[in-house]
């Protein structure tokens, strides 16, 4: 009796799990669907949009959208900060994770600069748009992909730091004691046992990071105008005089989400265990 239970428990479960899976797959089905649609199959397809089945699938609106110069510099663009972004925030933040945890500085406690880099991350992007704006100005770094890297490098560093400090204090200080004892420097005990160990968290850190950049379109809206558009910006900027064509914006957000899709897909079994032993603890 009991485990049939048990079995009738585990039905509704699976039951709940594959509707919740459907309820946020389905608008990624939908923007995919709509961008193989015709513009007067938009407004006339019935039904869930089934290509074939409710409608002849075309490739025009992808064409013509690959076609636009600025579709294609805006995918270059966004490419180019993400990865800078992160390869950056990485070589910064990792150091600075790896003395956290190892290290302890007399006038300040570990604890406190940790909590510290954390408030960072909270801040609101919002309040720090105007001296962002000014400072880039002063640089001559307005709309450029070195002004976007550095803004992204700061807001994302703190996260960096975070979890990979608590990824370093989860190795045992054995093992690094153990090379100390041989004669090696601090320098060989980070790179040579530290960085190798903690592998899954580094890949799990990068791919976020690479995320939120991907993702961002605040500051991409307020200093880019030209040169340096995103491919979230580009996608904000398509309501025309006739409207918003929904076909149009179905494609460029398909095209969005391919690159970190894809970048997911291949590295997807170090994000659990990435993250895992980056979790936040006392």
Do not use: H
Not at 118 to 135: C, D, N
Request: charged share 10%; net charge positive; glycine share 4%.
């Amino acid at each position: 009796m009991k485990t049939r239970a048990l079995e009738f428990q585990d039905s509704l479960l699976s039951l709940l799990a594959i509707t919740i899976v459907l309820f946020f797959i389905f608008p990624l089905y939908w923007g995919f669907s709509t961008s193989l649609r015709n513009p007067l199959d938009t407004f006339t397809v019935t039904g869930i949009g089934i290509p074939w089945l409710n409608f002849s699938p075309t490739l025009n609106n992808w064409v013509s959208q690959l076609e636009i110069v600025e579709m294609r510099n805006a995918v270059v663009n966004s490419v180019v900060v993400s990865f800078s972004t992160s390869l950056l925030t990485l070589c910064l933040g990792v150091p600075a994770a790896y003395a956290l945890a190892r290290f302890r500085f007399k006038k300040i406690s570990n604890k406190d600069l940790t909590v510290w880099f954390l408030s960072q991350r909270i801040l609101p992007p919002v309040a720090t748009v105007i001296p962002f704006y000014l400072t880039l100005q002063f640089l001559n770094l307005l709309d450029t992909r070195t002004g976007l890297i550095l803004i992204n490098t700061t807001f994302t560093l703190p996260f960096a730091v975070v979890i990979m400090r608590q990824a370093f204090v989860d190795l045992p200080v054995e093992l690094e004691e153990a090379c100390l004892m041989d004669g090696a420097n601090y320098f060989t005990t980070f790179s040579k046992i530290a960085l190798p160990l903690c592998a899954p968290a580094l890949s799990a850190t990068s791919l976020i990071i690479f995320a939120f950049t991907w993702n961002e379109l605040l500051f991409s809206l307020v200093i880019s105008s030209k040169n340096a558009i995103t491919i979230p910006m580009f996608i904000s900027g398509s309501f025309e005089s006739r409207g918003v064509q929904f076909w149009f914006p179905s494609v460029r957000t398909m095209i969005a989400m391919s690159i970190p899709i894809l970048i997911a897909l291949l590295a997807q079994r170090y994000i659990v265990r990435g993250l895992t032993l980056g979790a936040v603890k006392g």
